[in-house]
């Protein structure tokens, strides 16, 4: 559509996750038009980003160090890990305040329509994390998708014969949400696990 050097930035902004041409188009000439200064802040922090951030060497979680902030943490319960897919999860489990222990990245889901199987995933580490004794439970808070269901299934039959407590975090109906817009899955996952109210 466009030439030189505007094209190759929306083509690059359109290889984004989540962002397509009509949003790389916006992006682009929101670019062009930005502050210098601006810009040069953007290019700054994805530079940044590249060199500085990397991933923890015990939970997979990102850091600025060899381990992240919460693996340092010594108020972290080392008897509970929270197994998530990406970083990205960790977030919005610590946004709760509800978890007090620890976290494994996987790095993905167990997807074999995209080629990904168990060894791409960092299943061996989590099983060399939990071989120690240490760990009486683990929470599986992978995605309520087909891809997140098989990886917490099979993490469920590797886990559950090792004596540990294995439990997968509920899913159903959101807060705020009715019930006739619900779709059979989410409201059978709702009845599923609907708890008892006392008085």
Not at 84 to 89: I, S
Not at 105 to 129: C, E, K, T
Not at 149 to 174: F, N
Not at 175 to 186: C, I, P, R, S
Request: charged fraction near 25%.
């Amino acid at each position: 559509m466009y030439e030189g050097a505007i094209q190759d930035l929306v083509d690059e902004l359109g290889r984004l996750p989540g962002v397509g041409p009509k949003s790389a188009q916006r992006i682009a000439f929101h670019i062009l038009a930005a502050d210098p200064a601006d810009v040069r802040r953007l290019a700054d922090a994805l530079t940044e980003v590249k060199l500085r951030v990397q991933f923890c060497e015990i939970c997979g979680n990102v850091a600025q160090e060899t381990q992240c902030r919460i693996c340092r943490d010594p108020r972290r319960l080392l008897t509970t890990i929270c197994v998530v897919e990406e970083a990205k999860d960790v977030v919005a489990i610590e946004r709760t305040r509800e978890f007090r222990g620890r976290y494994h990245v996987l790095g993905g889901a167990i997807n074999p329509i995209a080629g990904v199987g168990p060894d791409d995933l960092r299943i061996v580490q989590l099983m060399s994390r939990l071989a120690d004794g240490t760990v009486t439970e683990v929470i599986l808070a992978t995605d309520p998708n087909v891809e997140g269901e098989a990886t917490a299934t099979y993490l469920a039959r590797l886990l559950v014969p090792m004596g540990l407590t294995v439990s997968r975090l509920a899913s159903g109906l959101p807060v705020g949400g009715d019930l006739e817009y619900a779709d059979e899955v989410t409201l059978g996952r709702a009845f599923e696990g609907r708890r008892r109210v006392s008085a």
